[in-house]
């Protein structure tokens, strides 16, 4: 049996069409002839949506009963029983009630495309699992139901709905989305245009990369090598000489003329991996690309030219940047150098030659490394030669009537074979040489003459000491590329080590300094930024100096005093003291001081973000009261108003009765204004520290009546269940009355019309528990603590439900009388806010 397929309508928002469409395409398909049933479809009360489902056949929802309440979800087993060839299922990322059959509907999904049949569903930019974190800090609004990318990237087809910010808020506000009494709230939090504009981007992007894939998947499946111009990239090659700072800026530049173009640098390694470029200018080229928004890529290949047109192929690049050849005119005339082989293999990619600094220069020879065998082993390789050399040939004078010459060549090649492994190369050239010369004056006729007189011995001799001075070569170099191995791997070791230890959680740049110290043995390791703009001889000049960071005792003050100094910039250096490190040792050493570089910009971005946090926090804030406010102050004063203005009237003679609705209208709103006034007063002594407490010992009972009193005609909503067995309590009377009015009033606002707040109270310990129980809602774990933020209101709630100083206010008030308030779940659904006060020291203990 096939796997069904699935068609994935994705959207940026809520509201943008995305059920809509999945319905219009089920009714293509019934009307084209093809069995479509609806498995589950949430129209969100929206009439047009609710409308296309006429005539359609829903597969009924299984009941599921939680906590006392009734949920309907997608019943699974029904719709495999029905088989229809396209079923249509709303939210994939939707989380099923617990007892359902799977905990998410995407493995409802999957089981459903097992059984053979294709589905239809709907998913919103921010339940994707990789953009979670993302749409969490763009709105401020945790997404807990989230679907993992992959399971959509498997879709066979994904459509974007897509819809701009002001055709989504223009269809919010004409109340096509949510409830009339949701619009005001929801244009005002989660469907700003900042935020819609950013929903609508990732959305965009997420598909791009998505189309990205295909292609990329059509094109190997087809074979196709060739470029498809679809999106252009830039790939900067650098092979690890200054001159690729140059590279990239220039490519960097490139890109930017095309709107969503990709820049990719890349540096092609030998297949030894022993030979390459500076790592120190590769690391800092690598900062300098991904701080301009592209991607690093090392890649394998002795062909420069081919390896560098494979990965731009691979990657379907459009354009390549290159630097101009830092050879001489006279090299160039001997081979044609990697920038002209690649233009002439480029094909359809574009090719730039960037002039630079270096172009011409000719290439810089590498540093003499240091000889690959020791020097107790080349003494010894010397001793055999001088030594070895008369006595074979004092051995093998009195033979040399029996034994012929090719095997005495072969006797000395011996030799001249194991002092080149012994002592290396000039050791064994010396004794092929002077082997040759013994050869010809003891062993060729005729003796003691320098004159050969066969010309096949002198051929012999001749090929003697070219195989003799090959095989020198030849063992020399490979004690040099084992020496250059044992190199790098230990250099690979130690960054490696470096990565470890940064990745665990350690401070950057101070693991950066202290393990640079620890590799190398150094007394002191000091970042030291330049004080101002350079000046000729400002290195000896502690005062010119800053140290940034430091690892080890006695820190450099100006790059003089180091032992060894390495500048990453006309602002750093890097300085070492303890000793002189040579050639090898400097390159892992530029390599440490680029990554110190970008792990001081990094601390430096850190450093900056924290310090703008409590700026942006404050402006939330503010932006949130001017919000919050001015509607809670426009709604009372409106309502006043209009009361006072309507008893002014003289147009309309009032009864008794009505006269007296409107007085104790304006008396509620101007109740209602003047707690808000006094919540915002309250709220600025708290943050002040100027509040005034007048702490004693009070009755619980007689405050939780006063309290409920306060309430208004709200009072009837409350079922207060206060024992006169209770301690007294150390609190403030006015105060905790406020708390306790703040608490009431936001249980009865969230509790169902038909159900009563519950006011109790306990006594445990030195404690006294006064808990406000709702069936509302409730609120879930991880935002217990967020209600308790100033001006925050969880959800789409309207702006008339407060300006959300409440909970905040009563958290405030009630530690500052030595209390705690906390929240828990209403066992069977809903919230508990516990009050903890301490009983007085008066009060008798059981």
């Known amino acids: 049996m096939r796997r069904g397929r699935l068609r994935v309508y994705l959207g940026a928002a809520p509201g943008v069409g995305k059920t809509y469409a999945m319905l219009g395409e089920g009714r293509r398909g019934l009307e084209r002839g093809r069995d479509v049933v609806v498995g589950f479809v949430e129209t969100h009360g929206r009439a047009r949506t609710a409308a296309l489902l006429e005539g359609m056949e829903v597969i009924p929802r299984k009941t599921l009963v939680y906590r006392g309440a009734t949920f309907t979800e997608l019943d699974v087993d029904a719709v495999i029983a029905r088989r229809p060839k396209v079923a249509l299922i709303d939210e994939?990322?939707?989380?099923?009630?617990?007892?359902?059959?799977?905990?998410?509907?995407?493995?409802?999904?999957?089981?459903?495309?097992?059984?053979?049949?294709?589905?239809?569903s709907t998913v919103n930019?921010?339940?994707?699992?990789?953009?979670?974190?993302?749409?969490?800090?763009?709105?401020?609004?945790?997404?807990?139901?989230?679907?993992?990318?992959?399971?959509?990237?498997?879709?066979?087809?994904?459509?974007?709905?897509?819809?701009?910010?002001?055709?989504?808020?223009?269809?919010?506000?004409?109340?096509?989305?949510?409830?009339?009494?949701?619009?005001?709230?929801?244009?005002?939090n989660y469907f700003r245009v900042g935020n819609l504009t950013a929903l609508r981007e990732l959305a965009l992007l997420w598909v791009a990369g998505k189309v990205d894939e295909q292609l990329d998947r059509y094109r190997a499946d087809h074979g196709i090598a060739a470029t498809w111009e679809a999106r252009e990239r830039v790939v900067v090659a650098l092979t690890g000489g200054p001159e690729g700072d140059t590279l990239v800026r220039r490519a960097a530049r490139i890109a930017a003329r095309t709107k969503g173009a990709d820049l990719l640098a890349v540096h092609i390694t030998h297949s030894d991996g022993?030979?390459?470029?500076?790592?120190?200018?590769?690391?800092?080229?690598?900062a300098l690309a991904e701080s301009m928004g592209g991607t690093y890529h090392q890649v394998v290949g002795d062909d420069i030219p081919r390896a560098l047109l494979d990965f731009a192929r691979g990657v379907n690049a459009t354009q390549l940047v290159l630097g101009a050849s830092r050879r001489g005119?006279?090299?160039?005339?001997?081979?044609?150098?990697?920038?002209?082989?690649?233009?002439?293999?480029?094909?359809?990619?574009?090719?730039?030659l960037v002039t630079h600094e270096e172009a011409k220069k000719g290439r810089r020879r590498p540093e003499r490394s240091r000889a690959a065998l020791t020097r107790k082993r080349r003494l010894a390789g010397w001793g055999l030669a001088v030594a070895g050399l008369p006595l074979l040939t004092a051995a093998l004078t009195p033979f040399r009537d029996v034994i012929s010459l090719p095997s005495e060549i072969l006797l000395f090649l011996c030799l001249v074979i194991g002092v080149a492994l012994i002592g290396g190369t000039w050791?064994?050239?010396?004794?092929?040489?002077?082997?040759?010369?013994?050869?010809?004056?003891?062993?060729?006729?005729?003796?003691?003459?320098?004159?050969?007189?066969?010309?096949?011995?002198?051929?012999?001799?001749?090929?003697?000491?070219?195989?003799?001075?090959?095989?020198?070569?030849?063992?020399?170099?490979?004690?040099?590329?084992?020496?250059?191995?044992?190199r790098a791997r230990a250099d690979a070791e130690v960054l490696s080590t470096l990565a470890g230890h940064v990745l665990r959680g350690e401070a950057a740049l101070a693991a950066l300094l202290g393990r640079l110290r620890e590799t190398f043995a150094l007394d002191s390791v000091t970042l030291l930024e330049r004080v101002g703009e350079p000046t000729p001889d400002d290195t000896s000049q502690p005062a010119a100096w800053r140290i940034v960071a430091t690892s080890g005792a006695a820190p450099c003050t100006s790059p003089a005093v180091a032992d060894t100094d390495v500048k990453i910039s006309d602002q750093l250096v890097l300085a070492a003291r303890g000793r002189l490190l040579d050639a090898s040792d400097r390159r892992v050493l530029e390599a440490f001081a680029a990554e110190a570089a970008v792990a001081l910009r990094q601390e430096r971005l850190q450093e900056?973000?924290?310090?703008?946090?409590?700026l942006a926090e404050a402006d939330k804030m503010r932006t949130a009261l001017l919000a919050a406010v001015s509607h809670d102050l426009r709604t009372p004063l409106s309502a006043a108003k209009a009361a006072v203005e309507s008893l002014r009237s003289r147009d309309v003679d009032w009864t008794a009765e009505d006269r007296e609705e409107l007085l104790a209208t304006a008396d509620e709103s101007l109740d209602?204004?003047?707690?808000?006034?006094?919540?915002?007063?309250?709220?600025?002594?708290?943050?002040?520290?100027?509040?005034?407490?007048?702490?004693?010992?009070?009755?619980?009972?007689?405050?939780?009546?006063?309290?409920?009193?306060?309430?208004?005609?709200?009072?009837?909503?409350?079922?207060?269940?206060?024992?006169?067995?209770l301690p007294e309590i150390i609190a403030d009377p006015a105060l905790l009355e406020r708390v306790l009015v703040n608490l009431m009033t936001n249980a009865v606002r969230y509790s169902p019309p038909e159900e009563k707040v519950l006011v109790t109270a306990s006594w445990h310990e030195d404690v006294v528990e006064i808990r406000v129980i709702d069936r509302g809602p409730g609120i879930p774990p991880e935002a217990h603590e967020r209600v308790f933020q100033p001006f925050q209101r969880l959800g789409d709630r309207g702006n008339g439900t407060g300006v959300g100083l409440g909970l905040a206010l009563s958290r405030g008030l009630t530690e500052a009388m030595g209390g705690t308030l906390t929240p828990e779940e209403t066992p069977g659904g809903g919230l508990t806010m516990i009050v903890q006060m301490p009983i007085s020291s008066r009060a008798v203990t059981p």
């Open 92 to 120: 994939l990322a939707h989380t099923n009630v617990p007892g359902s059959k799977n905990a998410k509907r995407w493995q409802d999904i999957d089981e459903i495309l097992d059984a053979g049949i294709d589905v239809i």
């Open 125 to 188: 930019i921010q339940h994707l699992e990789s953009v979670n974190d993302v749409v969490h800090q763009i709105t401020g609004i945790p997404q807990r139901e989230t679907v993992p990318d992959e399971v959509v990237r498997r879709a066979n087809q994904i459509e974007l709905v897509d819809m701009s910010p002001e055709a989504l808020r223009r269809r919010l506000a004409h109340g096509n989305v949510y409830a009339p009494e949701k619009v005001d709230a929801a244009l005002s």
């Open 274 to 286: 022993l030979a390459g470029g500076d790592p120190a200018n590769l690391a800092r080229q690598r």
């Open 329 to 352: 005119r006279f090299a160039q005339i001997l081979a044609r150098g990697v920038g002209v082989e690649t233009t002439a293999l480029s094909g359809p990619i574009d090719v730039h």
């Open 427 to 486: 050791p064994a050239i010396t004794a092929a040489v002077g082997g040759f010369l013994l050869l010809n004056w003891f062993f060729t006729p005729p003796y003691h003459t320098w004159v050969i007189a066969d010309p096949e011995n002198f051929l012999a001799l001749v090929v003697f000491v070219l195989v003799a001075a090959a095989v020198s070569a030849i063992v020399d170099l490979a004690a040099r590329r084992t020496r250059e191995a044992a």
């Open 608 to 614: 900056e973000a924290e310090q703008a946090k409590p």
């Open 672 to 725: 209602r204004l003047d707690r808000l006034v006094e919540n915002l007063l309250d709220m600025s002594r708290l943050q002040a520290g100027v509040l005034g407490l007048t702490l004693q010992p009070i009755a619980l009972e007689e405050i939780v009546p006063r309290a409920i009193d306060d309430l208004g005609p709200l009072r009837d909503r409350i079922d207060g269940d206060i024992s006169f067995d």
